[in-house]
C-alpha cells in the first residue's frame, strides 16, 4: 500500500512541549503512578503548571510490562485499605477519564495447594470481609465451576485444595489506562515530556529547588519521585537511601486463542498467575529473579517454571506456545509494602516500592501521593508506608500473607 | 541463566545457586550503642548500585561454599569471582562503609571488610571473562 493511501493519522492523545524553565512540580517518571500522580495533582489540588519527566517514552517501562492484574485482597488493614480505594477508583476511571481501557471485573482466584495455604487464605478472606473487600472461600468443586480448565484432581504434585475468590478484581488493558490518564492530564495544562532524563537535582540548603535534565535544568518547588526500579539511582543522586532493592520480572504471552480462561488464575505456592488478554493471548507471570538487576531481562529458568506450573495447572495450555517473553524492573521492599511520602530531602517527595504489585495501585498511588506532594504531609491512607516505618519497626508484611504472587 | 564459576566447583548454571545479596556489610561492632536509625541501616538498607555490584553468592547444591561475586547489574556481565573476607577487587572497592556502623576492624570470614582499601591488597581475584549468558528475554 503506497503512503498515499493510508489513513490520517489519529489525533493524538497529549502534545510533547518542550520543557519550560520552571513549574510549581516536578514529576519524575512517566509511567502509570507519575501520569496517575499529574491527574490528580492537576484535579483535586488545581496544580496545572506541572511536568512529569520520563526518560523514555511515555509508559514504556513496568507499565507497559506488567500482567495487568487488579484486587484488593490483601491481608493487613493499611493495604487493604490503599489497593480497595484503587480498586474503588478504577470501578468509576474509565468514565472520569472518558476512556474505555477495558477494565473487566472477571474475578481473581488464589489457590491453595498446602493446609498452610488453606488457613492462611481463610483467614485472609476473614480479614477481607472486616475490611470490606469482596472476599469467599471456594471448595475444589467451585473452584472447577468457576474456570473449568483447572486440573483439581489429585494427580498432580500440589492438588488444589480450594481458592480465595474476590469477584471484583480482574485485569485493564495497561497501556490505554496510561493514555487515559496522558491525555486528560494534556488536557488540563500538564507538560509531559518525553525523552527527558534526570541527570541531577538542585539543592539549597536540605531544599530541593530544580531538576537537571539533558534537556536542561528545570526550576521547581517540588519534586515528586516515581520511577520504580530506578528510584535509588535518583535517591543517590538527591542524597538519600531507600530500602529498596531492583530486580528483573519476566512474563510471557502465548500466541492468541480462542477464549478459553474466564477469570485470572494465581497460585503462590506452585508459582504462577495467568488470564486470557482480551485479544486472546494467554498472560503469565511468576515471581522476580533472585539476582539484583536493571537489565529489563532475567534468566530463562525463571520463564521454564512458570510454564511447568501453567501446564500442571492448565492440562490445555500444552500445547500453546511462548510468544513473547519480557522483563521489567521491579523495585522490592523487604516488607513487600510500597514507600510513599516525605524523603530527608525538603520538598522532595517519593512513590516507590511497589514491587511486583505496582499496576493495581495505580490510581491509589496516584491520588495519595498528589495529596502528600501538593500538601506536604501525607494522605491517610499512605501515611502507614513512610519511610520511617523502616525505623519505628512499624512494618507491613505482605510478604507471606497477601497472596503476594502479584 | 547465568554461568556462574564457582571457586571449588567451577562453571556451574545459575540454578544451582542462591543469591545473598550485597556483600562486604559487616555485623555491627557495638550493637547496643545503636540508635534506631542505624539499626533500620543494617537491617533494612542495602545498595541498590546500577553497574558493578559487589554481592554474595552461595553454590547450595555444588560445593555449599559461600563466595563474592562482583557483577554488572545492567549488562549481567561477571567481572570477578574472590573469597569472603577479601576486599572488592576494584576501583569502587573504596566505597565506603555502607551501613555507617559497619566493622572497619579486621576481616572476618563472614562478614568481609567494609571498607576495603584495594592499594597494596594482595588478593588475587579470579578472573572471568563474560561467562554471562543471558538467554529468552528481550530488553
Known amino acids: 500500500m503506497s503512503a498515499d493511501l493510508l489513513p490520517e493519522h489519529p489525533d493524538f492523545l497529549w502534545r510533547n512541549p518542550e520543557p519550560k524553565s520552571s513549574y510549581d512540580a516536578v514529576v519524575v517518571g512517566g509511567g502509570g503512578h507519575g501520569l496517575a500522580t499529574a491527574y490528580f495533582l492537576a484535579k483535586n489540588h488545581g496544580m496545572t503548571n506541572i511536568a512529569v519527566l520520563e526518560k523514555g517514552w511515555l509508559a514504556g517501562g513496568n507499565m507497559a510490562r506488567n500482567t495487568t492484574i487488579i484486587r484488593s485482597n490483601y491481608l493487613w488493614d493499611e493495604s487493604a485499605a490503599i489497593y480497595e480505594h484503587a480498586l474503588k477508583l478504577w470501578e468509576i476511571l474509565p468514565e472520569e477519564l472518558e476512556y474505555d481501557f477495558l477494565f473487566s471485573q472477571r474475578g481473581v482466584m488464589n489457590l491453595a495447594h498446602t493446609l498452610g495455604d488453606v488457613r492462611e487464605s481463610m483467614r485472609r478472606v476473614g480479614a477481607n470481609k472486616l475490611n470490606g473487600v469482596d472476599a469467599e472461600w471456594l471448595d475444589p468443586k467451585q473452584v472447577k465451576e468457576l474456570c473449568p480448565i483447572l486440573n483439581i484432581s489429585d494427580n498432580i504434585r500440589y492438588p488444589v485444595m480450594g481458592a480465595t475468590y474476590q469477584p471484583r478484581a480482574g485485569i485493564a488493558k495497561h497501556d490505554h489506562v496510561a493514555w487515559a490518564f496522558a491525555r486528560k492530564c494534556d488536557e488540563m495544562g500538564v507538560d509531559i515530556i518525553q525523552n527527558c532524563e534526570v541527570t541531577g537535582f538542585v539543592k539549597d540548603g536540605n531544599r530541593v529547588v530544580g531538576v537537571k535534565t539533558n534537556r536542561g535544568t528545570i526550576n521547581t518547588e517540588k519534586v515528586g519521585l516515581a520511577a520504580a526500579g530506578h528510584s535509588s539511582v535518583l535517591a543517590e543522586m538527591a542524597g538519600f537511601r531507600l530500602p529498596i532493592q531492583s530486580h528483573p520480572l519476566q512474563a510471557l504471552v502465548s500466541e492468541l486463542h480462542e477464549p478459553v480462561h474466564p477469570t485470572v488464575v494465581m497460585s503462590n505456592h506452585v508459582h504462577v498467575y495467568v488470564s486470557q488478554a482480551h485479544k486472546g493471548e494467554l498472560v503469565m507471570g511468576a515471581g522476580v529473579d533472585s539476582y539484583n538487576g536493571y537489565g529489563q531481562r532475567g534468566s530463562f529458568h525463571v520463564i521454564e517454571h512458570q510454564m511447568a506450573a501453567a501446564v500442571e495447572l492448565f492440562p490445555i495450555f500444552a500445547r500453546a506456545h511462548v510468544l513473547r517473553t519480557w522483563g521489567g524492573i521491579v523495585d522490592t521492599t523487604l516488607d513487600a509494602s510500597p514507600i510513599v511520602g516525605n524523603t530527608p530531602v525538603e520538598n522532595m517527595f517519593v512513590n516507590c516500592g511497589w514491587g511486583t504489585g505496582g499496576f493495581k495501585a495505580t490510581p491509589a498511588a496516584g491520588m495519595t501521593f498528589a495529596h502528600n506532594i501538593a500538601t506536604g504531609s501525607p494522605h491517610r491512607l499512605n501515611q502507614p508506608f513512610a519511610l520511617e516505618r523502616f525505623e519505628t519497626g512499624a512494618l507491613i508484611d505482605e510478604h507471606g500473607a497477601a497472596a503476594v504472587a502479584h | ?139
Open chain 2, 1 to 139: 541463566m547465568l554461568l556462574i564459576s564457582c571457586p571449588n566447583c567451577g562453571s556451574r548454571d545459575e540454578t544451582e545457586f542462591h543469591y545473598g545479596g550485597q556483600a562486604h556489610v559487616a555485623y555491627p561492632e557495638n550493637p547496643n550503642e545503636l540508635t534506631d536509625r542505624e539499626w533500620a541501616e543494617y537491617l533494612f538498607y542495602r545498595d541498590n548500585t546500577k553497574g558493578a555490584f559487589a554481592e554474595r553468592w552461595l553454590h547450595s547444591t555444588g560445593c555449599r561454599q559461600w563466595f563474592n561475586m562482583l557483577r554488572d547489574t545492567v549488562t549481567y556481565e561477571i567481572q570477578a569471582v574472590y573469597p569472603m573476607g577479601s576486599p572488592r577487587p576494584d576501583a569502587a572497592g573504596k566505597v565506603t562503609a555502607d551501613t555507617g556502623t559497619a566493622s572497619t576492624a579486621a576481616d572476618s570470614t563472614t562478614t568481609g571488610n567494609a571498607s576495603p582499601d584495594i592499594s597494596g591488597t594482595s588478593t588475587s581475584p579470579t578472573s572471568i571473562s563474560s561467562t554471562t549468558a543471558p538467554e529468552g528475554a528481550t530488553p
